[in-house]
């Protein structure tokens, strides 16, 4: 038969970037951008596909291919063995037909510089559709739930009975959400802007959020064929990340704060959505990250006092004027977001957990002194885990007597599906489409 030399060419590539994630720690989206993929190949979703599939399912996928190989497959070969997995994945999770699969597959064995494996990866190919049917991914938690052992226990440990959907719903790829900037047009507005633009109904594009400014999307559609995106009408935000700014100012105002504000997505939304008499300070300490967030700002045609520095480090950037209101969104796991980003499996440690607590710890504890009393602060994270939710606050409690605990001022049919904890609220990943957020809204006590 003909090969599709295009489709062994994403293949080949597919297996290089899930080799940079699973074994060198690289982030998917970077391997991604690293693979050099055209914009005008056709075939630049499927590759897309591939790699975020292969990567969700990884755990799964490499049992099984255990199953299959009579011994382990040496080093300096690793790139096939993941290249075969890309096949399990394409055999299993796809509708591609069987036999383009194992051709391309093995035509990509020969782009990958490794000739003398093209009839072993045909028979080990050829064998797992046979024979898929029987497989058995045993008593393993990992294949089973194809989560890391560690990260299991611990969402066991801060989930008890929530864990398994928590790993169902990580499993599943998220939706597309859109933020609408309500300076240039209503989200109703916005929402037939884009059905117009694709030549659908509305009802075909998707609906409006619970949050006055949220559009999730059916399918996904590239920004650039989003109408007036380089105008600033809309931004791509997840649903649940916009919960943040409505909870934090809540017809408020007045001197406001963003901590660890990049890529800016919150620093817009609060912009987009405040009075002319308050003003945003956003401060992050990645510099090429601060520029993201000048360039989404430009878009978006409004303006913050943008900082450099290490938030934490408040004598070198401060200029003693306390907050009013001060949002944090605190650095983390991202444990709430593996279903948009499924390296997270890959990429974070347990180790990493008890690290993250004590930079929450350290942030949030200098900027309650940059609170005025009767100040509002926000912490959030996109984490699902205890350690960098409650036992947080927990720990900031015990440093300061003036800290009040608020309710989320929300409408209640977001409100109604969180689960209320110690200190805060959590939203779990999946429900209502969205990603998984944990908010702990303070106020200082006036003494």
């Given at each position: 038969m003909q090969i599709n030399n295009n489709g062994a060419m994403i293949r080949a590539k597919a297996a290089h970037v899930v080799d940079a994630v699973v074994n060198k720690g690289?982030?998917?989206?970077?391997?991604?951008?690293?693979?050099?993929?055209?914009?005008?190949?056709?075939?630049?979703?499927?590759f897309k596909a591939i790699c975020y599939g292969t990567i969700r399912f990884y755990w799964e996928l490499k049992l099984q291919l255990g199953q299959y190989i009579s011994r382990p497959i040496k080093r300096k070969d690793n790139i096939i063995e993941t290249l075969l997995i890309i096949g399990f994945f394409q055999i299993k999770k796809t509708r591609i037909p069987s036999h383009a699969i194992v051709a391309q597959t093995v035509e990509a064995v020969r782009l990958l510089k490794k000739p003398n494996l093209t009839a072993f990866a045909n028979a080990v190919?050829?064998?797992?559709?046979?024979?898929?049917?029987?497989?058995?991914?045993?008593?393993?938690?990992?294949?089973?739930?194809?989560?890391?052992?560690?990260?299991?226990?611990?969402?066991?440990?801060?989930?008890?009975?929530?864990?398994?959907?928590?790993?169902?719903?990580?499993?599943?790829?998220?939706?597309?959400?859109?933020?609408?900037?309500?300076?240039?047009?209503?989200?109703?507005?916005?929402?037939?802007?884009?059905?117009?633009?694709?030549?659908?109904?509305?009802?075909?594009?998707?609906?409006?959020?619970?949050?006055?400014?949220?559009?999730?999307?059916?399918?996904?559609?590239?920004?650039?064929?989003?109408?007036?995106?380089?105008?600033?009408?809309?931004?791509?935000?997840?649903?649940?990340?916009?919960?943040?700014?409505e909870?934090?100012?809540?017809?408020?105002?007045?001197?406001?704060?963003?901590?660890?504000?990049?890529?800016?997505?919150?620093?817009?939304?609060?912009?987009?959505?405040?009075?002319?008499?308050?003003?945003?300070?956003?401060?992050?300490?990645?510099?090429f990250r601060v520029e993201i967030i000048k360039e989404n700002l430009s878009r978006l045609e409004l303006k913050a006092k943008i900082i450099t520095a290490d938030v934490a480090d408040t004598k070198s950037w401060w200029d003693s004027q306390l907050f009013d209101l001060i949002l944090m969104d605190a650095p983390c796991s991202a444990t709430g977001v593996i279903r948009r980003h499924p390296d997270i499996k890959h990429l974070k440690r347990e180790k990493d957990i008890d690290a993250l607590n004590k930079i929450q710890v350290n942030i949030i504890n200098s900027l309650w002194h940059l609170l005025k009393p009767g100040g509002k602060l926000l912490y959030v994270t996109c984490s699902v885990l205890e350690e960098e939710?409650?036992?947080?606050?927990?720990?900031?409690?015990?440093?300061?007597?003036?800290i009040l605990i608020n309710n989320l001022l929300l409408n209640n049919n977001i409100r109604d599906v969180m689960h209320k904890t110690n200190y805060g609220y959590q939203l779990l990943p999946g429900i209502k489409g969205m990603d998984g957020f944990y908010f702990s809204y303070l106020e200082k006590a006036i003494l």
């Open positions: 690289r982030s998917l989206d970077r391997a991604i951008e690293t693979a050099n993929i055209d914009e005008t190949n056709s075939q630049k979703s499927l190919l050829r064998n797992f559709i046979r024979s898929s049917s029987k497989e058995c991914i045993n008593s393993n938690e990992e294949a089973i739930f194809n989560h890391p052992a560690w990260l299991i226990k611990m969402l066991k440990n801060s989930w008890p009975h929530k864990w398994q959907e928590i790993i169902e719903n990580n499993n599943i790829q998220a939706p597309m959400w859109l933020r609408v900037n309500h300076k240039k047009i209503a989200t109703k507005d916005y929402l037939k802007k884009i059905a117009y633009s694709q030549n659908l109904s509305i009802d075909e594009i998707g609906y409006i959020g619970d949050l006055d400014q949220s559009i999730c999307l059916k399918n996904p559609i590239s920004v650039k064929s989003l109408p007036d995106f380089d105008n600033g009408y809309v931004s791509v935000q997840d649903g649940a990340a916009q919960i943040a700014v909870c934090l100012l809540n017809d408020l105002g007045g001197n406001i704060l963003d901590a660890c504000a990049a890529p800016g997505g919150k620093t817009g939304q609060l912009l987009e959505k405040i009075n002319d008499d308050s003003t945003v300070t956003a401060v992050d300490i990645d510099p939710n409650d036992l947080v606050i927990k720990k900031l409690k015990l440093l300061h007597p003036d």
